[in-house]
Structure formats: structure tokens, C-alpha cells
């Protein structure tokens, strides 16, 4: 694998190399800047042309290399561009830190000016730093909620919506006995979006992944031990699809679409997720159960917009950028995008008004700790092995990934 | 055969001392593409993993080998080591076992001989990846093929089972997958070598009054060899290089319960952004690879020379 990785490697090499070679030659004062971005939805490509071609015919003089990729493709591509020497000029992305780490990114300062910087989120706009300075900006957000179907809940005799673990346990359970063929909650501990599911669930108990206070990592706590430990007891007892560990948050997704899931943790664009699976399901959306001890949160997730530093594309990336947040462009962003939340106070006024709930639920929004450079590492091994914490010892699994963390750094 | 490796010597002998030099424009381009190909990567190779690699992906400077001490140091490498021997073994010895009788099947003269031939190929004209998703879907926990019609069958009493995220069943369903993209190429290997044994020699077992096994046991099988071995050696590097099945059917999972080392590498790189053992981990796959090739080259020179 690595060999093939290589070779196709060297012919990316030599394929780009050869487009500068050529996009230099023509016109000394043309500049190219490469844009690479991730296709949320299908309407993406269709978005970013329209926009690029307004974008050139309002700068002469700077043309847009526009590739569009699926998250899948620009997660491993985005590993893979620095070290080939194909770094875009501008990547969207849902991590940022490791490249502002490694001196690679333009500051936001040095991008926008004083009064567009103001109108992004705070909240937001805080996520984007690293070691205290911001080097991307947010492209949109989203926030997750607890999601149930009616039917199966109320004809289960759940009369109220869990709001405690130990309400979400007992409504199982009547679920279990009036519908031996649903599975009462779905808990998708795949490697996909493990990382997310385990922090909504601990979240409740007060669990985190990293201590902001102490800089230290504290994934293998008391208090994830305990999470970790109440997931396993669900499992235990059959009140969760088979192999959590195993299954994708888009195989839960589906279950839960087809009518077999009674509850399920989810996020912002999940009712469109279900509109496309043509699901006929009657759903209600809540905030997340929390343990005796906890408090409800939600989860907050953010991705990003990034310019690397390259002789001469200073003014280029910064016309692109200020172009794409353009209140009208920036609102056919989020209409292409599909139902996230956006990322500037000024589009937040004008959202869709089943976006609400999440919105409101934002104050009580925990974050995954994406200002640390370590965080794009840590994160995978999260998502690769927590999951079998519900399969093997749960302390033993959290330990593993503690030690992955600590190597990998606070900074 | 024979009459190659007689004559090699000869026309080395007539050949001039600069008879590189002169066969340099006709080898010349090949030898350029593997340098580009295969020596310049490998080489490449090498060095990152002796380089201190970021997750954002640049490059810190020399690190020695604590790439590879990283690496060895993995509480998980063990398991994924033995558990890509065993995939291997079984892979390889299952494939070859099953493609034995099926290319004696096929060597039979009998209507639709042809349509049968072809069909066989269907699995390894394939793409990998779009066999292993045919497969996904059939193997789905609530609505694949294969869990319907057991329940049908009335053969699941209610609880489907989970064969691909199920860690019990998964790895095996892997192993068969694999098995089934195989079979095709072996069984055509197998053919051939069966089609080259001259048939006089069958023909006067036969007269001698061999029964059909003994001619089997006594004069095919052993004229096999040679295909055998072939099939087999090309068997091991190219499922000990299998990818997308596992890829595409369990990534690995759950944790690193279904992963080889091919997939354990791309994952420590690709999803877990631990580029630096990952490297060492890519090195220590290619070696392998390079052995699996010299033991090769080994025993071809090794036949070449007896028969």
C-alpha cells in the first residue's frame, strides 16, 4: 500500500508540477490560486462554479483552480498535500490546527479586516485559534440534539421524553417489550463519528476529553469511566443495535430512517439526512439525556476555512476569501451546504427556523479541543478504539487512548 | 523451457563485452520506468521513515529510528502481525485448495465449457472494490440478501446475524471474500500448467491401465508443480497486499480486530494521523514483499534448471 501510495504520490508530484510550469508561463501577472474543498452536499460543485466565475470576472488577473472532494477523499488528501508539495492555496477542512502548528497558515488578521472579523460567532471564532491566535476562520457549524421516534415512544408507554440516563434505560426497556424488532437506542460507535457520540454522552456527565483549565488530557477520567461503563450496561442488556463498535454513525442513521431505532443522538442537518432517505418517520428532537450528576450539553462542531502561506498569494486568497463571505455568497454557502448552522452573527438572523432549537441549545455547546495541534491525532485514535470500550474492559481502552493523547502533546 | 535455458549461455558467450551499452536504447525506457516507478518511491520511502513527519505532514529532520521504535513499541502490532499470517495462510492455501478441482472441471470437455470459463473470470475482471461492495450490501445486518432468505428459510429464529461488524463472524467473511477473488486466477493458472502436460504421457498410463486417480496422483499433480508454486507465490504477495476487501467492508474494525498490516498502515496514516510509524510500518511491509519476491525468483531459477 505504502509503495502504491507513493507512486501515485510522485505522479500527483509530477502532474502539479508540471500546472505551475504551465500556469506560470502565460501571463507574468495572473496568479492562480488552488481552492480545494469538501463536498457536503451534491450542490457544492455546482455553488463553487458559479461563485469563481463572478469571483474572476470581478479580479482580473487571479484565476481559481477549483477542485471539489468528498469528506471522505479530502481527509486522507489533506494529510498527504504538504508533504507532496500540492498545498492549496485555500482548503476547507474540519481540522486546522496541526498546520497552523507547523507555521503553514495566513492569521485571520492578516485575511479579513477588522469588522468581518466581528461578525463571525465568538464562539467560534475562539475554536479557530491556536495558542491563542486565530489562523482559520469558521465556515459553518453544527450542533446535535436527541432525536426520537414518536410512534415507537409513545405507543411504547414512554409517556415523557428521557431527559436522565436513567429515564433513557426505563424507556428502552418499554421499548424492548412492545417491540422486540426495534432496537431501542442506536449507538453508533463506529470509527466515523465515534469521537462525537462518546462526547455527547459523557458531556452529560460532566466527562471531557481535554481539561481547558489544567492543559491536560483526562480522557481515561472517573467520570468517562463511568460513561463508558452506563454504555455498556445498554449494550449488555439489548438495548442498543448489535456491534456499537462497529457500527457507522450512517449505518444508525439509516436504522433509524427505516423506523427500526427508537432514540438516537444526531446532528443539525439529520431531518434533511431523512428527507433524502425518503423516511417516513414521525420524529421529535429533545436535549440530551444526562446522568444524575450532569447537566445536559450539546455538542458543538465546527469546520474551517484555511489560506496557506505562499510567495504572492497574499492578496489573492484574501480577495477569495472576502468574497466568499459576502452576505449573498456566504447565504448560498449555507443553502448549498444544507441545514448547518452558520458561522457569522449577521446570516444567523435570517436561518430556517427548524435550525432554532439548535441554536438555542449553542450556550450549553461543549467543543472538541481543535486549537491544540495534537487534536487531529488524538481524535483518530478516539475514533478508531473507543469503541471498543463497550466490547473489552472499559478502563483498559480509555488508558490506551490516554497514552496516545499524553504522547501526542497539550500544545 | 529446456531449450531456453540451454541456450542462454551460448548467446552470452557470442555476445559482446559492451552488449549493455548497446541494448541500452531498447531497455532503456523500461529501465527508466521501474527506476521511477519502483526504485525512486522505495527509495523515498526509506528516508521518510527515517524522518521526523508532522500530522500536517512536513518534515522535521533526521529521526533516526525512532519511527520505527514507535512502531514496534504499538501494544497492538503483535496482534496485527499474527493476525496477517493467519489471513495469508488461510487465504492462500483455501484458494488453492478449492482451484485445484475446479481447474480440473474446467479442463473437461462438455457443453458450455466456454460459458463456464468465462463466467470464472466475471470475480477477478471485477473490480476489487465493487465486489466488496456487492457483498456489503448482501451481507447487511437488516436488509442484505443473505439474512432475508435465512429467515425465510426459517434458519435465524428472529436475531439476523451481524456478518460483517460482528468481530466472531467478520474475519471470516473476509477470508472468504478474498478466497472468492482469487479463485479465478489460480484456477487459470492451474489450467494452464494442466494444459501443458503432454498428453502421450497420460495416454500411456491410461494404456498401462492407470485408474483416473492414479494418473492424477502419479503424473498431473506432479507436473503441477511449476504452476503451483507460481500461483502460490503470487498468491501470497498479492493478498498480503489485499486492501480494499478489508477497506471497504470493516475498515479494520471494530479497533484494529479485522486489520493487516496493509490496512493497519493506512489507518495509523489516514485516520489515526500517525504518519511517522506508519512509515516505518510501510518499510517493514515492503521487505516483507521483497523476501516473498526473492524466495521467488529462488525457486522459478531453482525449476528452470531441474526440468
Given at each position: 500500500m505504502k509503495k502504491i501510495g507513493l507512486r501515485r504520490l510522485s505522479a500527483i508530484a509530477a502532474v502539479s508540477l508540471s500546472a505551475t510550469v504551465l500556469s506560470v508561463?502565460?501571463?507574468?501577472?495572473e496568479t492562480t490560486i488552488k481552492v480545494l474543498t469538501p463536498n457536503y452536499t451534491d450542490a457544492m460543485p455546482a455553488y463553487y462554479a458559479d461563485l469563481n466565475k463572478r469571483f474572476e470576472a470581478a479580479n482580473p488577473g487571479i484565476k481559481v483552480e477549483h477542485t471539489n472532494l468528498s469528506w471522505d477523499d479530502i481527509l486522507v488528501k489533506g494529510r498527504t498535500l504538504v508533504a507532496t508539495d500540492s498545498t492549496p492555496d485555500i482548503l476547507n477542512l474540519n481540522t486546522f490546527s496541526d498546520y497552523a502548528a507547523a507555521g503553514l497558515l495566513y492569521k485571520a488578521d492578516d485575511l479579513f479586516d477588522a469588522k468581518t472579523l466581528s461578525d463571525f460567532v465568538p464562539a467560534f471564532i475562539d475554536n479557530s485559534k491556536y495558542d491563542g491566535v486565530a489562523y482559520a476562520v469558521p465556515d459553518l457549524a453544527s450542533a446535535r440534539m436527541f432525536f426520537y421516534n414518536k410512534k415507537i415512544l409513545y405507543t411504547s408507554g414512554v409517556n415523557k421524553v428521557p431527559t436522565t440516563w436513567d429515564e433513557v434505560t426505563a424507556a428502552a426497556k418499554k421499548i424492548k417489550a412492545k417491540y422486540p424488532n426495534v432496537y431501542p437506542i442506536a449507538l453508533p460507535l463506529g470509527s466515523e463519528e465515534a469521537q462525537a457520540e462518546f462526547a455527547i454522552w459523557t458531556g452529560g456527565n460532566k466527562g471531557r476529553y481535554f481539561n481547558n483549565k489544567k492543559k491536560k488530557w483526562v480522557i481515561n477520567s472517573k467520570a468517562n469511566v463511568e460513561t463508558m461503563n452506563y454504555l455498556t450496561s445498554l449494550v449488555k442488556a439489548g438495548l442498543t443495535q448489535p456491534n456499537p463498535a462497529s457500527t457507522n454513525r450512517t449505518d444508525a442513521f439509516k436504522l433509524f430512517s427505516q423506523g427500526k431505532v427508537g432514540m438516537i443522538n444526531a446532528s443539525v442537518f439529520f431531518p434533511s439526512t431523512l428527507k433524502d432517505y425518503k423516511s417516513k418517520v414521525d420524529y421529535g428532537v429533545a436535549p440530551f439525556p444526562h446522568s444524575a450528576k450532569g447537566k445536559s450539553i450539546t455538542l458543538g462542531v465546527q469546520d474551517y476555512f484555511m489560506a496557506f502561506k505562499k510567495p504572492g498569494n497574499e492578496a489573492a486568497v484574501k480577495a477569495w476569501l472576502n468574497f466568499l463571505f459576502q452576505p449573498t455568497n456566504y447565504a448560498g454557502f449555507l443553502k448549498a451546504a444544507g441545514g448547518f448552522i452558520p458561522a457569522t452573527k449577521s446570516a444567523s438572523s435570517a436561518v430556517d427556523s427548524s435550525l432554532l432549537p439548535f441554536i438555542e441549545q449553542l450556550p450549553n455547546a461543549i467543543f472538541y479541543p481543535?486549537?491544540?495541534?495534537?487534536w487531529p491525532k488524538v481524535s483518530g485514535s478516539i475514533q478508531t478504539q473507543i469503541g471498543n470500550g463497550v466490547n473489552k474492559d472499559p478502563k483498559s481502552v480509555l488508558n490506551k487512548i490516554q497514552k496516545v493523547a499524553v504522547a501526542a502533546g497539550t500544545k | 523451457m529446456t531449450s531456453i535455458s540451454l541456450d542462454v549461455p551460448k548467446i552470452k558467450n557470442r555476445r559482446p563485452a559492451n552488449s549493455i551499452i548497446n541494448a541500452l536504447p531498447w531497455i532503456g525506457p523500461a529501465l527508466l520506468l521501474i527506476v521511477l516507478v519502483v526504485v525512486w518511491p522505495a527509495i523515498e520511502l526509506i528516508r521518510i521513515s527515517l524522518t521526523k513527519i508532522t500530522s500536517a505532514g512536513t518534515l522535521e529532520g533526521f529521526n533516526g529510528l525512532g519511527n520505527y521504535r514507535l512502531l514496534f513499541e504499538n501494544p497492538d502490532l503483535k496482534a496485527i502481525a499474527i493476525r496477517t499470517v493467519i489471513w495469508v495462510l488461510s487465504v492462500v492455501s483455501l484458494t488453492i485448495l478449492i482451484s485445484l478441482p475446479l481447474a480440473q472441471l474446467i479442463n473437461q470437455n462438455f457443453p458450455g465449457r466456454k460459458f463456464v470459463r468465462w463466467a470464472m473470470i466475471v470475480p477477478w475482471a471485477a473490480s476489487v472494490v465493487m465486489t466488496s461492495i456487492i457483498w456489503k450490501w448482501m451481507l447487511?445486518?437488516?436488509?442484505?440478501e443473505f439474512n432475508l432468505t435465512l429467515q425465510q428459510l426459517g434458519l435465524q429464529n428472529g436475531q439476523p446475524v451481524d456478518w460483517l461488524r460482528d468481530p466472531r463472524y467478520s474475519f471470516f467473511v473476509l477470508v472468504w471474500i478474498a478466497v472468492f477473488v482469487s479463485i479465478p486466477f489460480t484456477t487459470f493458472v492451474i489450467l494452464a500448467g494442466l494444459q501443458s502436460i503432454p498428453h502421450d504421457i497420460v495416454e500411456a498410463a491410461q494404456v498401462d491401465g492407470a485408474s483416473s486417480w492414479q494418473v492424477y496422483r502419479g503424473i498431473k499433480f506432479p507436473l503441477l508443480r511449476n504452476s503451483l508454486l507460481i500461483a502460490t507465490i503470487i498468491n501470497l504477495i498479492n493478498v498480503f497486499n489485499s486492501f480494499p476487501i478489508i477497506w471497504a467492508l470493516t475498515r479494520g474494525g471494530p479497533g484494529y480486530d479485522t486489520d493487516t498490516m496493509i490496512t493497519f498502515a493506512y489507518k495509523m496514516a489516514f485516520?489515526?494521523?500517525?504518519?511517522g510509524p506508519s512509515t516505518a510500518l510501510g518499510v517493514v511491509n515492503f521487505a516483507f514483499i521483497m523476501l516473498i519476491v526473492l524466495i521467488y525468483l529462488r525457486v522459478t531459477k531453482a525449476t528452470r534448471v531441474q526440468v
Open positions: 508561463m502565460p501571463a507574468q501577472a481543535g486549537d491544540l495541534a495534537a | 447487511d445486518l437488516t436488509s442484505g485516520v489515526e494521523y500517525n504518519m
